[in-house]
């Protein structure tokens, strides 16, 4: 099974501060790898598919990276609404596997 | 207006079998794999099953492989999730998602309990 790790796990962040989640993964994933905001209560939701391309409607504040086997997620300038639980996502092959998530908070 | 709703949760005994429901609207649903995810209470996710748009091919982890059984009724747009032989651990919360491209799961329900204890 390929293991995402996910860092950090937890992260607190100023307003309108950058702020990048990574994911390690334990093979080559090539660009099967998308990134799920979870505010509190609610469902998950798309942000970035492919690794870089951005889902409709998500904010151009966000945006996806990749350098080999790592991803990152980039939030550029953090706006209150942007608090929750991301996770990662590989879909490369099954078992499909997440992340173990960050927990992202306003400082 | 893409639209995911489950139906099928509750409180069933270890060994039990429970059978979830997700209506689609809002796209053509025999173009899209579909796929359900779940999350225990105060945990992560984790992928649960996956069918293909036609319906011949399905996947599964380990965790269930044996126990679970995904379908689909295209003329319904309708997804299911049979849940055999359940276990305290299948406690959680159970999501139907649409997948998109390069798999990314692009619309998720809204989700339906599952609690199994005696």
């Known amino acids: 099974d390929i293991q995402m790790t996910q860092s950090p796990a937890s992260l607190s962040a100023s307003l309108e501060e950058i702020v990048t989640i990574t994911c390690q993964a334990s093979?080559?994933?090539?660009?099967?790898l998308s990134w799920y905001q979870q505010k509190p209560g609610k469902s998950p939701q798309l942000l970035i598919y492919?690794?870089?391309s951005l889902a409709d409607g998500v904010p151009s504040r966000f945006s996806g990276s990749r350098s080999g086997t790592q991803y990152s997620l980039k939030i550029s300038r953090l706006q209150v609404e942007d608090i929750g639980i991301y996770y990662c996502?590989?879909?490369?092959?099954?078992?499909?596997?997440f992340g173990s998530g960050t927990k992202l908070e306003i400082k | 207006e893409v639209q995911l709703v489950e139906t099928g949760g509750g409180l069933v005994q270890p060994g039990r079998s429970l059978k979830l429901s997700c209506v689609a609207s809002?796209?053509?649903?025999?173009?899209?794999?579909m796929s359900w995810t779940r999350q225990a209470p105060g945990k992560g996710l984790e992928w649960v099953a996956s069918?293909?748009?036609?319906?011949?091919?399905?996947y599964y982890p380990d965790s269930v492989k044996g126990r679970f059984t995904i379908s689909r009724d295209n003329a319904q747009n309708t997804l299911y999730l049979q849940m055999n032989s359940l276990r305290s651990e299948d406690t959680a919360t159970y999501y139907c998602?649409?997948?998109?491209?390069?798999?990314?799961?692009?619309?998720w329900g809204q989700g339906v309990m599952v609690t199994v204890s005696s």
């Open positions: 998602t649409r997948v998109g491209h390069t798999m990314g799961m692009d619309y």
């Open positions: 809002g796209f053509t649903f025999n173009n899209y794999w």
């Open positions: 069918i293909t748009n036609s319906g011949g091919s399905t």
């Open positions: 093979q080559d994933i090539g660009n099967w």
């Open positions: 492919g690794a870089t």
């Open positions: 996502l590989q879909a490369y092959s099954a078992p499909l596997t």
